[in-house]
């Protein structure tokens, strides 16, 4: 097969994508306790649920291509216009879209190591991709980045909390940050994983899209982290009118009848998700504190996952963790997923028993 004939030049040129790189596609999930891609271990509310399986069994009809009900649900938990809105199925399929939206060749997009689809998105896109090293505390460097800003500077993602650190910027830095880089620089603000936070200044950057009209500013939220909703797909990016109006234009992945369902019935049971939130934390704070009295280096979250240094080979407390039935894993060092109490202990238990077996090894 001659591939250079089959496939187009965007296939050849596109390097291995990076979330494809980090998956091992030969483990069986089935058999493993799943701590390691920041999944909610509580799944969805219950009417979320018979919501999913209410629509489900109208799979035979399309779905509403223009999801109004699901525009309006999330429109009314902000107050905003249902044209400050796109959708999509998650988080991903809108990266992508946003790629394509404002990405030319030759243009530069700055980040800070941080969430691999968006390096996917910009590969794709242009080959002038800035990172930026993290701060010492592994803390988004915002003063990095607005130093490595240039004329070919076209995007800058911040992603709050970061993945995989956990770490978050306050309220007042985002703010600085905007108004001390260039006004027709788009700023991406991923904040998949605020909904956890707990810190009284660790707050959304949705209201500057409303208080800068003037300025290109996206917020992307989704519905798989703290909605329970990884395997169901949906997502959204808060914008001005006229940048949303824009990013419209890019066709993107339709959200299946069972996925506007579920969401709209999600919003409708706040109270279900504070519950589950309020366990998550829970279980951020125990182990954090069990990774720290084991001699780990635990980096601050405020999110639904812990990254730590266990100062010995994060390949290896991986797979040891593997074999005895627990899936972690190692983006920048460790990072663990919070789950259950009776999981988290687990973890814990079997911390114990690899870091004594590596060191005796």
């Not at 109208?58 to 009900?69: A, P, T």
């Not at 809105?85 to 030319?104: C, D, K, R, Y």
């Not at 069990?290 to 990254?307: A, D, H, R, W």
């Amino acid at each position: 097969m001659n591939r250079e004939k089959i496939f187009s030049r965007s296939v050849l040129e596109k390097p291995e994508s990076k979330r494809a790189a980090r998956s091992n596609a030969t483990l069986d999930l089935s058999r493993l306790i799943r701590m390691g891609w920041n999944e909610n271990p509580y799944g969805m509310s219950p009417k979320a649920m018979e919501a999913n399986l209410a629509a489900a069994k109208k799979g035979h009809f399309y779905q509403d291509f223009w999801c109004r009900d699901m525009k309006n649900a999330i429109a009314d938990l902000y107050q905003i216009s249902t044209a400050n809105l796109v959708v999509g199925a998650g988080s991903s399929p809108l990266i992508e879209i946003v790629g394509q939206a404002f990405l030319n060749p030759g243009d530069e997009v700055l980040m800070c190591p941080t969430f691999a689809a968006f390096i996917d998105m910009a590969e794709i896109r242009l080959d002038n991709i800035v990172t930026v090293p993290l701060c010492e505390d592994m803390s988004y460097n915002l003063d990095g980045l607005a130093a490595a800003v240039t004329d070919k500077t076209k995007m800058i993602v911040i992603c709050n909390p970061n993945n995989p650190t956990g770490g978050y910027l306050p309220y007042d830095k985002i703010v600085e940050f905007v108004n001390k880089v260039p006004k027709d620089i788009v700023l991406l603000f991923d904040e998949a994983y605020i909904e956890f936070a707990t810190a009284p200044d660790c707050k959304s950057a949705l209201p500057l899209v409303f208080e800068m009209p003037d300025r290109p500013i996206l917020v992307m939220r989704t519905f798989s982290k703290y909605y329970g909703m990884a395997g169901v797909r949906a997502g959204y990016i808060v914008a001005n009118e006229e940048m949303a109006a824009g990013i419209s234009k890019i066709p993107g992945s339709w959200i299946p009848a069972a996925a506007q369902a579920s969401v709209v019935a999600a919003l409708s049971e706040p109270e279900y998700y504070e519950e589950c939130k309020a366990k998550i934390v829970e279980g951020r704070d125990y182990i954090t504190e069990e990774l720290g009295k084991l001699g780990c280096t635990v980096y601050p979250s405020q999110s639904n996952f812990i990254m730590f240094d266990p100062h010995t080979d994060c390949a290896a407390v991986r797979d040891k963790m593997i074999e005895k039935g627990i899936m972690i894993s190692t983006p920048m060092f460790c990072r663990v997923s919070v789950s259950t109490k009776e999981n988290n202990e687990l973890f814990i238990r079997y911390m114990k028993e690899i870091l004594s077996e590596l060191k005796a090894a």
